[in-house]
Each structure stands twice: as structure tokens, then as C-alpha cells.
């Protein structure tokens, strides 16, 4: 049976250890932290495996539907009888196969760091945001109600601050922590005044029944429906603005801007924040929301919209970046952007269902393969000490296991059968063709660009040139160019993941997480995924004549689409565009007025009042003499004249 | 002459101002000490007059009067303490010279 206390103790195992090793274990024993870190970890996750058995194959299945359970329901601010913030836990098929991916995305990411931080200064603090941050991705999956969601989601942006800026010496990480916490706080304001449109109209907070009551159409809740601001109804203002939140998390184009920043943090974090955590939140919430969103198709179309051109958009930015960490970034916005739009063009319930299935069948093998991509990434960059493609090459021979496990994450994320990103991809594009063909074009375009740009990065990393050390000449004391591939802790990770990454797409999805709880057939056409798997060999095939020897065919490529390649290079200026709106028009119509009115107005009145108090005390401190006989005469005048306004006037 | 209300309030008057102009211009802490003690006493006498002549048949004003005497010997030995202090800093009970409490 499920317990609670062993439910509980999955988010709690991850925060217990983040409070030890803060308080005691920073100071004490610094150097078995992240053992400590670990297996608290492994601990969660075998709990959250333990659940994930009971719920998928003994409780969870009520007449052969999935029923959602809340087996801990704390009431902990209550505002009025019907509205209160709980605490609580939701089962349901999402939030149980999340639990399973955070807690086996953060054990591997664990246990990688062993080897990775290895002699890091800060380890113990390391290991310890990385019990925060576990923590608050698994409160956020398991919130029972809308308010709990966002304090968890909230912590999940506190503990990814705290991590990419975990080099806090570096001043290109600080700007990049600080970019990804106020960028995503922005997207947050427009979740929270979400939150309360829809908790308004609703009358609570609780998840069950805000989506029973604004999904049932009874009179007493229509109220969301005929309410409207600027001609669009108060459900689709409140949907969108929770899409914004979610989006902000995400990194949906235009909200993007942080994830290629965020790289600034240490390699096993950003598989974390990239896989299991923080940017698939966004789309879980979307997901969590899903039967409301259903309610409102111009929800939905901004959510596809949205999904789909950021899915393009990042791809294509992806083929030019030469920082091997930027490319994994920008795939996985575009990947996100496949989920996204996968839930936008989905339906609710059955054979409609299936873009929900899918989408959540891709963040289940998205997080496989991209946490096998970053960690392979970080080994590189351990081997290399460099970030940049340039620096690489020909290191196939040289780390073999790595070159074996980027090889199946590659073709695993460019959609190649048998590889786990075939099935899900194929299932999204399925759904999209069924509802819109526009979609389906731009995403079978993406997959292709996908393709292309992973095999360009594999190249570039593997084969391309023979392998220089840029180390031999620096006078370090073990010879760079020989030292050996990785230490054991970053191999094994990276087996179980290309493991996982071959198996994942085998897990019968279909029949367990579904929008409704009920199994849904897939069929599956072969004649269907002839088209997306030849796109993507033909841009493996490209890649492989661009880059597998050095040649100049990229030059010539990109010499002759000229201004789309350097527009893609410079990431389309979206960085310069925020960059010209927050200084040139925010900081001079509104930051220098502000300031203006704080100096001269604010500041002005303050001041003055502290220049006549100080002008009369120079006046009047004469009077302070110190002669006690002077103030005797004073009071005696006083008195005085007390009298004789009390004798003669006030009668 | 019959000595009735008026003429004792002419001495308390007389003994309190005395007291102030005594206060005011003396400068030996001692001296002002006394005159204070003169203020204390006019009142005193104040309480007296007023309860023989008009109110014959109760007590109030001695015991008013008994309290404040016995006030005045507790002040005089706290101010006196005081004056005492000031001599070992100052080497002077001359008012004019302690005058440090300044802006």
C-alpha cells in the first residue's frame, strides 16, 4: 500500500540533506558530503520507485482508469471556510513519472558530481543546493494546490539562482544568475496574477476542485467565462497568464533569454536544470492545468504557437553556436517547444489525448538523452578544459565511453528508431498532423534541424581534427593530453543514461499517463514515420559531409545564407533587443523620471525638513546654557504666565 | 489688630518670593538650597492659614504640612549629596561654574 509517511519522505530525504550538510556537514566533513548528498538521493529515489510500482500496477488503477489521490492534505492558512493554501500531496500519473525522473535525473547528476566537483572548494555547498534544489522540483510536482505550487516554483527559481551562480567569482556567472532569476520573477508576476484570476472565479485554490469547477460549465462558475477584458474571456486572460509563468521556466521564446546564459553554472547542474528540473516546469504546470486549457482554444493556440516557433527558432540559433553547452541549451528549448506545442495541439480525453500523452512521453525521454547529452558534455569539457568546439576534435579514440554514449543521446534526440526520441517525437508529430498541419510542417522541419545541428556538435566534438592539447605547452604538472577519460563516478552515470536512452522509448506510455487516466491505443504506421526519420538522416548526412573532416563547406554554406547565419549567430539579436527596450526606453522613460522625482521630490522633501529643524535648533540651542538658574528663571516666567492666562482670560 | 487670612498670606507671599529671588540669584549652591527650603516653607504655612480659617473642624492641611516637612528633609539630604558630588568634580559649589550640560 501507499503511506504516506514513505510519500512524504521522498521530497523530504532531498531537503533533509541540503539542511545537514549546510549546517553541520559544511563544517565538519566537507569532503563525505557528497556521499551524504547521494545516497539520500539514491534513498529518494528507490521511495519514488517504490510509489511509482504501487500507484502504475496495484492502487492507482480504479476500473481500469487512473485516479488521482491526494494521500496527505494539510490545511495551512485558511482565509475563509471555502479558500485556504493547503499542503498536500497529488498523485497522478504526471506527478508520479515526474518524481521518478527528478529523483533518477538528480541521483545520476549526484553521483556524477563525485567525480566532477571532485576538489571544487565549495563542494559541500554544491551538493547541498543540489538537495535544495531536488527538493523543491519534487514539492512542485507533488502540490496539491495551486498556491503550493507557486512557492515551490519559487524555490526551484531560488535554488537555480544559487546555482548557476555557484562560480560566484566570476562575473559573467553572477550576471547570468541574476538574468535567470529576474527574468523568470518576471514570467512569475504573470503566473501569480494567473493564479488568482482563476482561484478567483473558482473560489479555491485546491487543484481537484478548481479544475471540477471551471471545467463543469454550471452556472455558478460560468461567471469566468462571460467576464471579459479587451474582448477575450477572464478564463483565457488567466490560462495565459499562467502560460506566461510557465513559459518564463521554460524558456519560450520571447522568455528565452536566460537558458543559454544559465550554462555559466557547473556542467552536472545545468543537466539537472535541462532534464528533470526548472525548465520542464512549465511545461508540467501547462500539463497539471491541461483539462482547463482544453476549455479555452485561444489558450491552446498561443500554447502551440508558442511551443512550435520557439522549437524552430531555437534549432536554428543551435546550428551556429560553438559553445558546446549554448548548443545543448538552445536544443533543449527546442525540444521544450516540442512539448509545449505538443500540449497545445492535443485534445482532452481518448484518441484526442494523444498530444498530452506524447508530450509527456517526451519529457520522459527528453530527460534521458539530454542528461546523458550535458554529462557527456561535462566530461568533454573536464577532458578538454574548454567549452568551445573549436578547442575540440578527434577525441573519439581518446574517450572512447563518452564518444559511445553522445553517439546514442544524438541519434536518441534526432528521432532515430529504435532510440527513445523516435517514439515520442513521433507520437507529437502524429498529434500535430491530426490537428494542425501548419504545426506538424514547422515540426518536421525542427526535427530535421535537429538533426543536423547535434550531428554538427558530435562531429565537431569526435572526429573533424586530430585532438590537440592546449595544455601540453601551460607547464601543468600531470600531462594534460594523456590523463584519462573520466573518473569512474562520470562513466557509470553516462552508461545507465545511454542505457536508458535506448530503453525509455519501449515504456508503454500510452497506457499509463494519459490526459483522462485511461489507456489510450496508439497505432503505429510506419508509412507515417518514413518522412521525419528521412529528414533527420538526411541532416545527419549533411552534418557528416560538413563537418566530419575539416573542409570549407561550412564556410561556403554559411557565406552563401549569409544574413540568416549571422542573424542565427547573434542569437537574432534577442539579447540586443531586451537589452536596447531595458536601457534606452525603460531606463529613459521611466528609470530617469523615477529617479528624478525619488532625487527632487522624495529625497527634496526628507531634506527638507531635516534643514528647517536644523536651522531653528541653531537658532533656539542658545537657550541651552547649562546655567541651571536661567532654566529656573524660564520655568518661573512660565509659570507665571500660566497664571495670568488662567486668572484673566479663561473665566 | 486682629491678625486674620490676608495677613498670613502676606508673609507666605512675601516668604515665597524671597525664596525665588533667593534662587534666582544666588550663586552658592548651599544658599539655594535654602531658599528652596523657604519656597517649601511658604507653602507650608500657606496650608496652615488656609485650614485654621476656613476649614477649623478638619486636619487636612497639618497633614499636609507634616508630609512636606518631612519631603523637605529627604530633598535637603539628596540635594545636599548631590552638592557634595559636584564639589569633588568641580572644586567649587559656585553654580555659574557648573555648567557643562550645554548644547
Same mark, same amino acid.
Given at each position: ?19 545537514? &550538510? ?6 565538519n ?27 502504475f ?10 485516479q488521482q489521490? %491526494? ?16 499542503? *498536500? ?13 527528478v ?10 558530481? $563525485?567525480g ?13 543546493? $543540489? ?7 519534487? @514539492? ?12 515551490f ?11 548557476? *551562480? ?15 532569476f ?10 501569480l496574477?494567473? %493564479? ?6 473558482? *473560489? ?26 479587451? @474582448? ?11 502560460? /506566461? ?7 519560450m ?10 550554462m ?36 491552446m493556440?498561443?500554447?502551440?504557437w ?11 540559433? #543551435?546550428?551556429?553556436?560553438?559553445? &558546446? ?5 538552445y536544443?533543449?528549448?527546442?525540444? /521544450?517547444?516540442?512539448?509545449?506545442? #505538443? ?6 480525453g ?62 536518441a534526440?534526432? @528521432? ?28 518536421? /522541419?525542427t ?16 572526429w ?33 543514461? #545511454?542505457?536508458?536512452?535506448? @530503453?525509455a522509448?519501449?515504456?508503454?506510455f500510452?497506457?499509463?499517463v ?6 489510450? #491505443? ?9 518522412a ?7 541532416? /545527419? ?41 531595458t536601457k ?5 522613460l ?8 525619488d532625487?527632487?521630490?522624495v ?13 531653528v535648533s ?34 | ?8 498670606l502676606?508673609?507666605s507671599?512675601a516668604?515665597?518670593? !524671597? ?22 516653607? =511658604? ?6 492659614? +488656609?485650614n485654621? +480659617?476656613?476649614?477649623?473642624d ?6 499636609f504640612?507634616?508630609? !512636606?516637612?518631612? !519631603? ?7 540635594? !545636599?549629596?548631590i552638592?557634595i ?6 572644586? =567649587?559649589?559656585?553654580?555659574?561654574e ?6
Open positions: 500500500m501507499l503511506s504516506t509517511a514513505l510519500i512524504s519522505l521522498i521530497p523530504l530525504l532531498p531537503i533533509f540533506s541540503f539542511v545537514f &550538510i549546510a549546517l553541520v556537514g559544511r563544517k566533513f566537507p569532503s563525505l558530503c557528497g556521499a551524504l548528498g547521494t545516497i539520500a538521493m539514491l534513498a529518494s529515489f528507490l521511495l519514488a520507485m517504490t510509489v511509482a510500482y504501487e500507484y500496477f496495484v492502487v492507482g488503477k480504479v476500473n481500469g482508469i487512473y489521490l %491526494i494521500p496527505l492534505k494539510y490545511t495551512w492558512l485558511q482565509f475563509s471556510p471555502n479558500v485556504s493554501i493547503d499542503m *498536500g500531496i497529488l498523485l497522478d500519473p504526471i506527478s508520479v513519472m515526474m518524481i521518478v525522473i529523483t533518477f535525473i538528480s541521483l545520476m547528476v549526484h553521483f556524477y558530481s $563525485l566532477y566537483m571532485k576538489g571544487e572548494e565549495r563542494y559541500a555547498t554544491y551538493y547541498s543546493f $543540489l538537495g535544495l534544489f531536488t527538493f523543491s522540483m519534487l @514539492g512542485l510536482v507533488l502540490s496539491s494546490n495551486i498556491f503550493q505550487i507557486y512557492i516554483w519559487e524555490l526551484v527559481g531560488l535554488s537555480s539562482y544559487l546555482l548557476i *551562480g555557484f562560480y560566484f567569482d566570476k562575473p559573467s556567472a553572477v550576471a547570468a544568475s541574476k538574468k535567470a529576474i527574468v523568470t520573477r518576471f514570467a512569475d508576476l504573470g503566473f496574477i494567473g %493564479i488568482l484570476i482563476l482561484a478567483f472565479y473558482a *473560489g479555491t485554490l485546491d487543484f481537484q476542485t478548481l479544475i471540477a469547477r471551471l471545467t463543469s460549465f454550471t452556472s455558478q462558475y460560468n461567471s469566468i467565462i462571460s467576464a471579459s477584458f479587451l @474582448g477575450v474571456s477572464a478564463l483565457t486572460w488567466g490560462l495565459v497568464l499562467v502560460f /506566461i509563468g510557465g513559459a518564463g521556466k521554460s524558456a521564446f520571447p522568455l528565452h533569454i536566460w537558458l543559454p546564459d544559465a555559466e553554472g557547473p556542467t552536472p547542474v545545468s543537466a539537472l536544470i535541462h532534464a528533470a528540473t526548472m525548465v520542464v516546469a512549465g511545461v508540467f504546470l501547462v500539463a497539471r492545468l491541461f483539462p482547463v486549457y482544453v476549455t479555452s482554444p485561444e489558450a493556440h498561443i500554447v502551440a508558442v511551443g512550435v516557433s520557439s522549437s524552430l527558432f531555437a534549432a536554428v540559433i #543551435a546550428c551556429t553556436q560553438t559553445d &558546446i553547452k549554448r548548443v545543448l541549451a536544443s533543449t528549448m527546442s525540444q /521544450i517547444g516540442y512539448m509545449m506545442f #505538443a500540449l497545445g495541439v492535443s485534445g482532452y481518448g484518441e484526442h489525448g494523444l498530444g498530452y500523452m506524447a508530450s509527456m512521453f517526451h519529457l520522459f525521454t527528453h530527460a534521458m538523452f539530454k542528461a546523458l547529452l550535458f554529462l557527456c558534455a561535462g566530461a568533454v569539457i573536464h577532458y578538454t578544459h574548454s567549452n568551445d568546439m573549436k578547442d575540440m576534435g578527434g577525441l573519439r579514440k581518446l574517450m572512447p565511453v563518452t564518444h559511445l554514449a553522445f553517439l546514442i543521446a544524438c541519434l534526440i534526432a @528521432g532515430i528508431p529504435p532510440f527513445a526520441g523516435f517514439f515520442s517525437k513521433e507520437e507529437i508529430l502524429q498529434a500535430a498532423f491530426r490537428s494542425n498541419k501548419a504545426i506538424f510542417t514547422i515540426g518536421i /522541419i526535427a530535421a534541424i535537429t538533426a543536423f545541428y547535434m550531428f554538427r556538435l558530435y562531429f565537431n566534438i569526435f573533424s581534427r586530430e585532438y590537440q592539447s592546449h595544455h601540453d605547452h601551460e607547464g601543468h604538472g600531470d600531462d594534460a593530453g594523456h590523463h584519462s577519460e573520466a573518473p569512474a563516478t562520470m562513466k557509470i552515470p553516462l552508461v545507465i543514461l #545511454a542505457l536508458l536512452s535506448i @530503453g522509448g519501449f515504456v508503454p500510452a497506457s499509463m494519459t490526459s483522462d487516466g485511461a489507456p489510450i #491505443a496508439t497505432e503505429f504506421h510506419i508509412s507515417f514515420s518514413i521525419p526519420v528521412l529528414l533527420a538522416l538526411g541532416g /545527419i548526412l549533411l552534418a557528416l559531409s560538413f563537418y566530419k573532416k575539416q573542409n570549407n563547406k561550412p564556410e561556403q554554406m554559411a557565406n552563401g545564407i549569409n544574413a540568416l547565419y549571422r542573424g542565427a549567430y547573434h542569437k537574432f539579436y534577442i539579447d540586443e533587443i531586451y537589452l536596447f527596450i534606452k526606453v525603460v531606463f529613459n521611466v528609470g530617469r523620471p523615477a529617479a528624478w522625482f532625487r527632487n521630490v529625497d527634496g522633501a526628507v531634506n527638507l525638513v531635516a534643514t528647517i529643524t536644523g536651522k541653531f537658532l533656539i540651542k542658545g537657550i541651552q546654557s547649562g546655567k541651571i538658574q536661567s532654566y529656573a528663571a524660564y520655568f518661573f516666567v512660565g509659570v507665571i504666565g500660566f497664571v495670568l492666562i488662567f486668572v484673566y482670560w479663561w473665566t | 489688630m486682629n491678625i486674620g487670612l490676608t495677613q498670613v502676606f508673609v507671599c516668604l515665597f518670593f !524671597i525664596g525665588i529671588y533667593g534662587f534666582l540669584t544666588r550663586r552658592n549652591l548651599i544658599t539655594m538650597l535654602m531658599s528652596v527650603e523657604l519656597i517649601l516653607n =511658604s507653602v507650608n504655612i500657606n496650608f496652615i492659614a +488656609f485654621k +480659617f476656613l476649614y477649623a478638619k486636619l487636612d492641611g497639618l497633614f504640612t507634616i508630609f !512636606i516637612i518631612t !519631603i523637605a528633609a529627604a530633598e535637603a539630604a539628596v540635594a !545636599i549629596a552638592i558630588n559636584l564639589y569633588r568634580n568641580y572644586k =567649587s559649589i559656585d553654580v555659574e557648573v555648567d557643562t550640560m550645554k548644547f
